[in-house]
């Protein structure tokens, strides 16, 4: 019934301009708004809505993945831009926060809404 609906998944930030630098600016991904919700425009014509929530909360989970052919660039580059990887007791990331050997290697961080992302190996 819906498999040739046009699905995009969204989640929550509580400021809709720091969401639109960080991802139109520090990640470089093309954004655009529309009535106040900010289109985050992926490869392959894929969308995410981010969308305005006073009370957010941020997702204890990953909402958005972006798989990269090397990660130690893709790291370094997003550090080199200020982004802080996160550190996961257990995980046995390295010095640069990415975790290797159990399933892809992955680096986890967070926008400023607090939301978890993540780079990983494709």
């Known amino acids: 019934m819906l498999g040739e609906s046009k699905a995009f998944s969204g989640f929550s930030a509580d ?15 093309r954004v655009s708004e529309e009535h106040g919700l900010l289109i985050l425009h992926l490869a392959g014509a894929a969308r995410v809505l981010v969308y305005p929530k ?24 997003l550090a080199a831009r200020g982004v ?14 990415i975790a290797r050997g159990e399933g892809p290697d992955i680096a986890w961080f967070k926008d400023p809404a607090g939301n978890i992302l993540s780079v990983l190996k494709e």
């Open 15 to 29: 400021d809709i301009a720091k969401a639109k630098q960080f991802y139109g600016g520090t990640l470089g991904l």
């Open 84 to 97: 802080t990887f996160e550190r996961y007791e257990g995980l046995g990331q390295d010095e640069k926060g």
């Open 54 to 77: 006073d009370d957010h909360t941020p997702a204890a989970f990953t909402v958005l993945n972006f798989p990269v052919d090397d990660i130690d660039e893709a790291v370094d580059g």
